[in-house]
């Protein structure tokens, strides 16, 4: 495993004393820290309640470098050391993001786990990623509607689409493939209604002793926009 530069990580802190570990926040495929979380006010109701709060762009994403080696094991084991020496930390992760922080308990001392959108399945095993590279260049939009919305996903504005292309192959040479035992923090699962991606996600829970499933409203994009996702977080990081 060969790491690549360390992920730039932006770091938002209380006004007064710490009230808690900091929270970890972990965005989706082809997005980055700020539009997944800084735009959507998580840090500042975070800081509010007197967290500390860290906001990585994963590795091919936003700010930070393309990854060298994009396997999940590499860009765990980089989450890792660009978040530093902690005594705890809580962990909210969605879509890509929710799928790293499934691995973050073996590596980290997670005190809370939240994990949104996420797809019980590997959801880039079957992207063509040379026909998505293609339309990157100037060719045809792909046939194929998975490829084809993937192809839209790495030529998005500020994206690079032959880092992100090397982030899919990393990903999918791991498949995801989740078991019992792997979590053994609290940890509560979060769904859009009408998110096919996060669709069996029940399966997911029942790997966790103890979890639990909530779901909000929305498709995959608006769930993670959405108020009602911010509040089954931050319920579930400072309990009443």
């Given amino acids: 495993m060969t790491l690549s530069p360390s992920p730039a990580v932006r770091r938002f802190a209380p006004d007064g004393?710490?009230?808690?570990?900091?929270?970890?926040?972990?965005?989706?495929?082809?997005?980055d820290g700020?539009?997944?979380w800084v735009s959507t006010g998580w840090p500042a109701a975070l800081t509010a309640s007197g967290r500390p709060v860290l906001v990585p762009d994963l590795p091919g994403h936003g700010s930070s470098p393309a990854p060298v080696d994009a396997t999940p094991k590499a860009l765990v084991e980089?989450?890792?050391?660009?978040l530093g020496e902690v005594s705890e930390v809580d962990i909210v992760g969605y879509s890509l993001g929710a799928r790293l922080a499934w691995e973050l308990p073996a590596r980290l001392p997670?005190?809370?786990?939240?994990?949104?959108?996420?797809?019980?399945?590997?959801?880039?095993?079957?992207?063509?990623?040379?026909?998505?590279?293609a339309f990157a260049g100037g060719?045809?939009?792909?046939?194929?509607?998975?490829t084809a919305a993937i192809a839209r996903m790495i030529t998005a504005p500020g994206r690079d689409p032959v880092a992100l292309a090397r982030?899919?192959?990393?990903l999918r040479s791991e498949p995801f493939a989740p078991r019992a035992g792997t979590?053994?923090?609290?940890?509560?699962?979060?769904?859009?209604r009408d998110?096919?991606?996060?669709?069996?996600?029940?399966?997911l829970v029942r790997l966790v002793p103890g979890s639990e499933l909530l779901t909000v409203p929305g498709d995959h994009g608006a769930a993670l926009r959405g108020a009602p996702f911010r509040i089954a977080a931050l319920t579930f990081l400072d309990p009443p």
């Fill in 195 to 203: 998110d096919p991606i996060s669709a069996g996600i029940e399966q």
């Fill in 183 to 192: 979590i053994e923090v609290p940890t509560r699962f979060v769904a859009g």
């Fill in 167 to 170: 982030c899919i192959e990393g």
């Fill in 17 to 31: 004393p710490p009230a808690g570990p900091p929270v970890l926040l972990l965005h989706g495929f082809a997005s």
């Fill in 139 to 146: 060719g045809k939009l792909p046939a194929d509607p998975l």
């Fill in 110 to 133: 997670v005190r809370r786990l939240v994990l949104g959108g996420l797809s019980p399945h590997e959801p880039f095993g079957a992207v063509d990623v040379e026909a998505a590279l």
């Fill in 34 to 36: 700020a539009t997944d």
């Fill in 78 to 82: 980089e989450l890792a050391l660009a």
